[in-house]
């Protein structure tokens, strides 16, 4: 078995023990592939044991890659920080962006969704840990937030997204993801998405409810920032076109 099919067994072993564990129904909790700064070999090899979502952090890297795996059938989620002049193409390249934190982003993506690919599916990110994270809306703000997204046309609203401070007390991890689940329980409208839970804390998401967790280190091993990995960059760097003219 490659390194990372023998990963997603454990991960898959570890999911499957959790839900378990919580006593929720098997098939509930979706296994989130988060590939940036990994080769699109790697997410191959991930496909072929079975991964057909993956999530991906930065735009330029996952339009190289799709371009790369276009020959299979891939559901692309878009789990970064989101620039306004980056929706256009997030909305015509991805199934699912994760990380909508602002009514100004939600209205462009749903502007500029072509309307062949039907509605973007839409979890708003909030932030659980107050100052430690700049992403994600406040707490306060995200039932109006969430009113106003499911109002757009090509947005199907399915639910938050959170990625609370990373610690080991399993208490903390509870408590944070607890919140989540209780913000979004309260909301005026039915919605059927948790995305929580990374590889350190899959387990407590999973009690509380998590049904995407997004799993990047335990699948693919750790990530090397100061590399580049990208397979875009490589292409531009030797594309004849990029040499100096001289
Ligand atoms: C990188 C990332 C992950 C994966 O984190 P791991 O700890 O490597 O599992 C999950 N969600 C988001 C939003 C990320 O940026």
Redesign the pocket.
Known sequence: MSTIADNISQVSARIAAAVRQAQREPGQVGLLA?S?TKPAAAMREAFAAGIRDF?E?YLQEALGKQLELADLPLIWHF??PIQSNKTRAIAEHFDWVHSVDRLKIAQRLSEQRPAALGPLNICIQVNVSGEASKSGCDPDDVDTLASAIAALPNLRLRGLMA?PEPTDDIALQNAAFARVRALQHDLPMPLDTLSMG???DLEAAIAQGATWV?????LFGARNYGQDTSPAHTAVASSPLSKDPS
């Open positions: 988060v940036k999530g952090n789990i970064g990625i990374m590889s350190h997004r799993i990047g280190t335990a």
